[in-house]
Every structure is written in structure tokens, then in C-alpha cells.
């Protein structure tokens, strides 16, 4: 179940973009919500390095790993979202393919990102994304989860509030499970959550072996 709110803000990137500006003060601010994953991973990586930014979207969340300097991919589902990524970010090289099953060789990724992305799949797909990601990453290569995680008192009310017009099932569905705990189920190791955001955002990291 979702509301009329979603299609909206998926059709119209101005009510998307606007939707993320404001959710993401709880974090501070948008820039730092689209560096959440290059900035705990850069001590990580090589200069240069090849990154794959799963479930890019127009590429927001790669941007900063371009100006960075890494060899960044992104890949999406959507032609729309990639036309949008190709205008906005010109170096990111894109790929339409599912998570589920990417188009993509393996070990080819020093680093993978997820942005506000696992919580679309449902328990079994997103168990099959988060094999196709351990396998697409190097021996040694890392990845790192940012999404949504059940909020403390202070914003539990917006967190529902946000989900209720925004998101779908698998959202609600994902707040319910460890995902820790599912990426050391899954092979991963290394595995650390950060809480941010009063709690409503996480930010995972685990390696591949
Ligand atoms: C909430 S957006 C996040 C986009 C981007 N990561 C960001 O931080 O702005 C989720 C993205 O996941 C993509 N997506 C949903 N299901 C997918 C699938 N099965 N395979 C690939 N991409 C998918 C959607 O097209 C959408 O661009």
C-alpha cells in the first residue's frame, strides 16, 4: 500500500528532490546525505578506484564519488531515472539492469553503495541484491548500505508519516528486520551499523572476504 504521493514524486523529480531535501535535515542537509557512503568508505579504497552505485537513480549519490575521483557505475532499473543520471552526471557510466540479477562482471567493484535503495526490494529480492552485490565486489571490497531504520522518539512520527506517502510494504517490512544480520548470514564480514539521523537513517558497512 502506498499513497497517490509516490507515482507523483517518481514522474515529477522536483517533488522528489524536494521530498529528499527535506527529509534529509535530519541528517544535515542533502550533501551530506548523498556522502554518507563515499565518506566512510574513502579511507577504504584506492585513488581511482572502480565503485558501483547500485540502484542510482539520476545519480545523485554518485556525484560525490565522481568529483572524487573513483570510476563510478551506476546502475538502475529505470530509463528514465538513467536519462536524467546521463544529463546530470556525464562522467557516471550507466547500466540498466535489475539489483537482482546486475549485468556485470564479477569481482569487477572495490566498493558498492546502496542510497536509500534496499528498501524497495522485498525480503526475498533483496536477499538476491544483496548476493548479487558479494558477488560483484572484489575480495576485500566493501559495501556500504544507507537507508532507513526504525527512528527513535523524536521522529518516529515523521518516519511513519514519510513512509505512509511515500514508500511501499517492503519499506515497513525492512524496518522489522536486522540487516546486519542478514549481511553476515549472507557471507559478509567485517559487518558495522551506524545509527544516524535520531535513529532514522542507518549506515552499513561489511566487507566481502
Ligand atoms: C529511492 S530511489 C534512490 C536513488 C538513489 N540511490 C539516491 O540515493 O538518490 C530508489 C531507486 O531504486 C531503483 N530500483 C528499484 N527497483 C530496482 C531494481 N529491481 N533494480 C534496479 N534498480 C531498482 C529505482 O528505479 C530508483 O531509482
Redo the contacts with the bound molecule.
Sequence with gaps: MTSFLRPLAYRYRWIYDTV?AVSSLSVGGVERL?GLGLEVLKPHLKPGAAVL?L????G??AAPWLVAGYSVTG????PR?LDLAAKRHPALQLVE????DPPLADASFSAIQ????LH??PRS?RERVLRSALRLLEPGGWLVLVDLHPAGPWLQLPQQLFCALFETDTATAMLEDDLPAQLEQLGFSGVTQELLAGRALQRITAKRP
Aim: glycine share 8%; with cysteine.
Design positions: 529528499t548523498r552505485d540502484c542510482c537513480g539520476s545523485e549519490a546502475l538502475d532499473v529505470a531515472a539492469g535489475l539489483a537482482e546502496m542510497s536509500v535503495a524497495e526490494f529480492d
